[in-house]
Nanobody, 124 residues
């Protein structure tokens, strides 16, 4: 019953911006942490950003700190990833995920549900 639906991916030039959205259904959204991961061709899925459900504290990978911002709108059951100053190395499929128990957030295995992914391509 839990479903995560991502949108907002596309093609953008280096230095540009995109905002990804992930709409959740089938659970109490505000009680779950939400996260964004990405996977480039031939690479493992890696952590990008997370926001806790309890206090909305945010976490980022070193590669995106200062450029990406995660936020949530509990009234709309939606989490966002604002991506600025995009680089070609940001090119990947971006996935949203949720989890109930907070823990080692950087690990893929700790997250409970995943969206289908949305492609982000940054041209040089």
């Amino acid at each position: 019953q839990v479903q995560l639906v991502e949108s907002g991916g596309g093609l953008v030039r280096a230095g540009g911006s995109l905002r990804l959205s992930c709409a959740a259904s089938g659970r109490t959204f505000s009680s779950y942490a939400m996260g964004w991961f990405r996977q480039a061709p031939g690479k493992e899925r890696e952590f990008v950003a997370a926001i806790r459900g309890s206090d909305t504290r945010t976490y980022y990978s070193d590669s995106v700190k200062g450029r990406f911002t995660i936020s949530r709108d509990n009234a709309k059951n939606t989490v966002y990833l604002q991506m600025n100053s995009l680089k070609p190395e940001d090119t990947a499929v971006y996935y949203c995920a949720d989890r109930y128990r907070w823990g080692v957030y950087q690990n893929v295995m700790g997250w409970d549900y995943w969206g289908q992914g949305t492609q982000v391509t940054v041209s040089s």
